[in-house]
């Protein structure tokens, strides 16, 4: 079920040079899962904006976005206190039940942020999460102490060897034994976890969406499954489902 | 008290509100946000005869008070449409619906209608020869006088329902389509279809679209849609379905003065899910500021 509604903009600070975080208070009863996204009106732009759920509590959803264009720089400017119009609840959202007890998650850059709360539900349920963040390089790095606080054990890469491990999160994967994956990130690192991973998983994708809730059809992959909408069918898929 | 009912070639609609094709899916999906037997109608997502995947991925690029796409008729098919989708859609929409047909030959277009005739809770044929989003096919038809002529004429001799053809903008002249459409034996017209547009990504330096191009729609459009649909009305007795950017009560009652008999809301479906329902609720304050009392009284009005 969706639900659009008003929230009031708590906060909207910045994390790196390109990264912000934005604390929305309002009705969350509709978001059931990690994994799934909200899709923000954004005044002087007629498509909304898909942005993930990093966090979640109570009344209060965070979302950590990327300013990539001009609507996302523009979301970037809106001030505490603001009013924003969000459809939230969509998208189908990880599956928590698959995890085993030693879940790993993968993320690369702005692919990060859906798997916090990923890690906190599974971290609630007696997982000992096992957490490899992917980034460019030291001075993109976020939310690695929260990380550390709820993970069982995590590994930061950077591309540039800036920080920890230097390389790509697929050279630092393989140090764990897992039971189940779950990852969200650019199509590249995407493909290179699917390639290098022993076990079962889910891949969260990305796709330019018109309406986010599945009317348009604008962003339909094939899948062994079929055909799937990112927005509504996505956009976590089973590993064993995807094709490339 | 307001009436709001109008009627589309004796098919009575309770009011002229009826979702546009390729923006409300099958319609049951959006039974999610409301009850969707308010709608006048819904327009189906565009139906071929065999199931197509559609156009590579990115389908959708944003502009100004609009959005273009390119989805390229994505649909199952129209055997699985009518065993699968209509019962799903019957179950939550208990009023009767529009097919909207697609082919790439004339034989496609009368083998879809002629499926769609049978089927219980379809009740007009909106024939589409303006898909900008397919190679030869969808606009090919729509584009010359000749060939809307000869869709219109087989589909009409196929099938016992209201036949409606919808029109591309994107042509010379409206007019002599919809006035060929009428010769045909058409029983109503849909118009417009998306303009043709593109946007390139400054990063890239290429196209947004995979396609490079698409369909145009959204606010941004509504002005030549309604010039569109004020000259049809000129040229043509049979009824007009409007559409193109429609986007507030005040938007329905204008394409109405400009000769629409009904009207479809495509692209606010996209960016609000409760657009028809925002909309059909605002009817009644709307009229009354504008001393309406009958919808059906202002069809047409402006000329």
Redesign the interface.
């Known amino acids: 079920m969706y639900k659009k509604n008003n929230y009031l903009v708590l906060s909207n600070i910045k994390l790196t040079e390109n990264i912000f975080e934005m604390r929305l208070k309002g009705d969350t009863e509709y978001i059931t899962k990690p994994g799934q996204f909200i899709n923000i009106a954004i005044n002087g732009f007629y498509l909304r904006r898909p942005i993930s759920v990093c966090d979640l509590n109570e009344d209060i959803i965070t979302i950590i976005y990327k300013v990539v264009g001009k609507g996302t720089e523009k979301l970037s400017t809106i001030k505490e206190g603001s009013i924003l119009d969000v459809l939230t609840g969509l998208g189908n959202g990880f599956d928590i039940e698959l995890s085993g007890d030693y879940p790993l998650i993968i993320g690369g850059g702005v692919g990060v942020p859906p798997l916090y709360y990923l890690a906190k539900k599974l971290s609630q349920e007696g997982k000992k999460v096992i957490a490899v963040l992917g980034f460019n390089s030291k001075n993109e790095i976020f939310y690695e102490d929260k990380f550390k606080k709820i993970c069982y054990n995590t590994a930061v890469t950077t591309v540039d060897g800036s920080y920890e491990n230097k390389g790509y999160v697929t050279s630092v994967m393989d140090r764990f034994n897992y039971t189940y994956f779950y990852a969200c990130g650019p199509q590249p690192m995407l493909k290179a976890v699917y390639d290098n991973a022993k076990t079962l998983g889910e891949l969260s994708f990305e796709e330019r969406m018109g309406c986010g809730f599945g009317a348009c059809m604008g962003c339909t992959c094939k899948t062994k499954y079929g055909n799937k909408r990112i927005c509504k069918d996505g956009p976590v898929l089973k590993k064993e489902e995807v094709i490339w | 008290m307001v009436e709001l009912e109008t009627s589309l070639s004796g098919v009575k609609l309770s009011n002229p509100i009826i979702p546009a094709s ?4 099958f319609g049951y ?2 039974s ?2 409301y009850d969707i037997n308010i709608l006048g109608s819904i327009s189906l ?1 565009g139906t071929t005869k065999s199931p197509r ?2 156009n590579p ?11 273009i ?1 390119s ?1 390229g008729l ?1 649909n199952p098919g129209v055997e699985k449409v009518i065993s699968e989708e209509l019962p799903k859609l019957a179950k939550v929409y208990k009023k009767t619906v529009i097919a909207n047909i697609s082919g790439f030959s004339l034989d496609e277009y009368v083998y879809c209608a002629e499926k769609f005739d049978n089927a219980e809770n379809v009740s007009i044929l909106e024939i589409n020869i303006s898909c900008p989003n397919v190679h030869k096919g969808g606009m090919a038809f729509g584009t010359s006088p000749e060939n809307a002529y000869a869709v219109t004429n087989a589909v009409k001799k196929a099938v016992k329902k209201p036949v409606y053809i919808k029109l591309s903008p994107n042509v010379t002249d409206i007019k002599k389509i919809a006035s060929a459409c009428e010769d045909g034996g058409a029983d109503g017209l849909s118009l417009i279809n998306t303009l043709m547009g593109m946007r390139i990504d400054l990063n890239k330096k290429k196209a ?1 679209i995979a396609n490079k191009a698409g369909g145009f729609s ?1 606010p941004a459009v509504f002005p030549v849609a309604l010039k569109m649909v004020f000259d049809v009305f000129e040229t043509v007795k049979i009824p007009i379905i409007g559409m193109g950017g429609i986007s507030s009560a005040e938007d329905v009652i204008e394409m109405m003065l400009a000769g629409a008999t009904a009207v479809q809301v495509g ?1 606010y ?6 657009a028809c329902k925002e909309i059909i609720e605002n009817l009644p304050a709307v009229m009354e500021k504008y001393n309406i009392k009958n919808l059906k009284d202002i069809i047409g009005g402006a000329h």
């Not at chain 2, 390729?22 to 899916?25: E, I, N, S």
């Open positions: 390729g923006t409300f899916g999906e959006f999610e946000f997502k995947f559609g991925t990115p389908r959708i690029a944003e502009c100004y008070s609009g959005i796409n989805v994505q947004v959204g692209a479906n996209l960016i609000n899910p409760y």
